[in-house]
Nanobody, 119 residues
Framework: EVQLVESGGGLVQAGGSLRLSCEASGVTFDDYCIGWFRQAPGKDGEGVACESDDTLYYVDSVKGRFTMSSDNAKKTVQLQMNSLRPDDTAVYYC??????????????WGKGTLVTVSS
């Protein structure tokens, strides 16, 4: 069974930073684009970042502010979020995307961790 467990969410003032972590099991990282998905209340979700074949993908709105890293051997994923803005407020999910469709097609995801950025 695939397990993706997120942690690190919380309350942050605009301009602040936060680091999210994910512990994964039952999934082979090389088969997917491993990373993060987010969904704000009442809005459609979007892929945030993922890694596949040593290539990093980011949604345009977080480029230059967020940095993703992963450790295949340890089955862990990190998302360092800097210069946070109120529109970053969302539930963030550790996710495995289809390798052929980075940030677009989700195969597995966790329960999520809430990030709230105040203005």
């Amino acid at each position: 069974e695939v397990q993706l467990v997120e942690s690190g969410g919380g309350l942050v003032q605009a301009g602040g930073s936060l680091r999210l972590s994910c512990e994964a099991s039952g999934v082979t990282f090389d088969d997917y684009c491993i990373g993060w998905f987010r969904q704000a209340p009442g809005k459609d979700g979007e892929g945030v970042a993922c890694e596949s074949d040593d290539t990093l993908y980011y949604v345009d709105s977080v480029k230059g502010r967020f940095t993703m890293s992963s450790d295949n051997a340890k089955k862990t994923v990190q998302l360092q979020m800097n210069s946070l803005r109120p529109d970053d407020t969302a539930v963030y999910y550790c996710a495995a995307f289809r390798r052929a469709a980075p940030l677009e097609r989700i195969i597995y995801w966790g329960k999520g961790t809430l990030v709230t950025v105040s203005s």
